[in-house]
Each structure stands twice: as C-alpha cells, then as structure tokens.
C-alpha cells in the first residue's frame, strides 16, 4: 500500500481541484452539468472556475480551503473538498454570486429557462453537518482507503462536529459501496420522471447519505 | 430612491423569479425562507436586480448579502 500525505490545498493546487469539480460533477458519466445547464463548453468553464477560485472565498465547492489533497511521491492522488454548511451563510448562495459574478449573462438566461427541469434533483445541505461535496480520487490510487483517510482528515479539523453528509447519484454504485463502507446510510432519495433531465444531469435520481458520529 | 420605492420593485422581482404572486418580501427574509431561493434562482434574482435598478454589483457586495435586508441597503447605496 502505497504511504500517503495528506495537506490542506494551496492556491498552487487549482488545476487539481478543477479536475476534480469536473470529474465529481461528471459521476462518471460524459455530462457535465455545468456545462450543460449553462450552455458552456469545458475549456470555457475550466477558465471561469479558476477565476472563481482564485478570489478564495471560504464555505463552498469553489473555495479552495475547503479542500484537503492526498499525495503519494509529491504526486496528488485525491481530494475532497468539504465545509460545515452554516444556516446563515448557505453555500449555495456563495457558489451562486461566484457563478453569477463570472458567468456571461447570456448563460444565466440559458439555465434560467431551462431551471424547472434541472432544480427537480435540488437536495439542500444539511445544516451544520460536514457536507462532502466534492469526492475525486485518481483511478490509478482507487482501491486504497483514499476516501477514508480524507474524510478522517476533514473531520479531524472540524472539531465537534456531529453528521457528515454527502450526496451522491443513484448510479454511482462504486462510490455509494465506499461511502456505506465508511458508515453513511442512506437518508433521503429523490428521483425526476422528465425525460429531458439526462440531457442535463448524469443521471435522474439522487440519493443524500448521512453518518452520525 | 426611497427605500419603500426599492422594495415595491424589489417585491416585484421576487414575485416574477419565485413564481409567486402573492408573496410578501421583509428585511429578515433570507434564502432559508424560501424554498425556491436556490443557487440558480439566486443567480437569475442577482441578474434581474441588476437589469431593473441598472446597477451592477461587486462580488464583495454580494458575499455581505445576508437577507433581504442587506440587499435593499447596498441597491440604496449604488442609486
């Protein structure tokens, strides 16, 4: 087994963490969402997500503090990005000014007329329980507990905390037997019946999964 | 502009983007009180203050944005 740091991320970690929003957002599919919901291609979202992520703005999947990475060798093996969703700070609200304030408008217009469909899988965060929001783990380090000893890291520098949360797509069974593996259960599922959803989102069913500690 | 001016068009606003005709706007309000007042919908709300009031926000204003509150006194502070 290979021997594994883990370190909070740096600004110098940004072309990871982008990988990652995009591989997480992907959940293994060809979709992503971001790209479908706003009318953008990849290497356009690619430049808005730096830039987002550069004006390091804590509490949300583009903050680049909420992330821990793993390294093996100086190589990066994985990440998870994660906070502690606060009532009076919803990090939808904060992932939205960022979008917002970097989006073209024409984009916001795209996924305004299109939000019925796409808002039909909207889980909110668990308040004050640690939101998992970003898993993504090299495919070569798969299979080596990556998952386990970032989450313990997380929850080690969230002193007190009491839930994890995480939500995941119903057909992401791999990351589903590694999250139960981890003692998350199954909490809530919501599922869309509109055929258009596909277009938009990996896939047409959801599920958010809790552990208690 | 008076404030009660501000929040006649701003309750307006909030109608159009949460589909919801009868709904009341107070300073208090918030994104918690809502259940429609999601991350798009928060987009398309910032873009349609933007249009009406002919202002464009800085993303320091928005991150201080807490409630409704907050938004009529920065919209007041750009007119």
């Known amino acids: 087994m290979p021997k594994y740091i883990i370190r ?10 982008i990988e990652a929003i995009i591989e997480a957002e992907k959940s293994g599919s060809e979709i992503l969402s971001y790209s479908t919901v706003f009318n953008l291609s990849e290497n356009e979202l690619r430049k808005i997500f730096r830039l987002m992520l550069l004006e ?3 509490g949300c999947e583009f903050s680049i503090s909420s992330y821990l990475i793993a390294e093996n060798d100086n190589t990066i093996a994985g990440t998870i990005g994660a906070w502690v969703e606060h009532e009076i700070s919803p990090s939808s609200i904060i992932k939205s000014n960022l979008l917002g304030y ?4 024409s984009s916001i217009i795209y996924a305004a007329l299109r939000a019925k469909i796409t808002s039909e899988l909207h889980i ?3 308040i004050e329980a640690l939101s998992l ?10 299979g080596n507990h990556l998952f386990e000893l970032l989450s313990d890291a997380h929850i080690k520098r969230n002193k007190g905390i009491k839930e994890l949360a995480v939500q995941v797509m119903a057909n992401n069974d791999y990351a589903i037997r590694t999250y139960e593996r981890y003692g998350f259960k199954q909490s809530f599922v919501i599922k869309s019946d509109d055929e258009m959803i596909k277009q938009f989102l990996p896939f047409n069913e959801k599920i958010l999964m809790k552990k208690t500690l | 502009m008076e ?14 983007v949460f589909g919801n005709e009868t709904l009341i706007i107070s300073r208090e309000m918030s994104a918690n009180d809502l259940e429609e007042w999601n991350s798009l919908n928060h987009m398309i709300l910032v873009t349609e203050v933007e249009n009406v009031f002919s202002i464009k926000f800085k993303l320091k204003d928005l991150n201080k944005m807490r409630n409704v509150g907050d938004m009529i006194d920065i919209i007041s502070s750009k007119l």
């Open chain 1, 8 to 17: 909070e991320a740096t600004v110098n970690d940004i072309d990871f963490i």
């Open chain 1, 124 to 126: 909110d965060h668990v």
């Open chain 1, 56 to 58: 390091e703005i804590d």
């Open chain 1, 133 to 142: 929001e970003i898993v993504y783990i090299r495919t070569t380090h798969r």
């Open chain 1, 102 to 105: 970097y989006l073209p408008k």
């Open chain 2, 3 to 16: 404030e009660n001016l501000i929040v006649t068009k701003l309750e307006q606003i909030f109608r159009e």
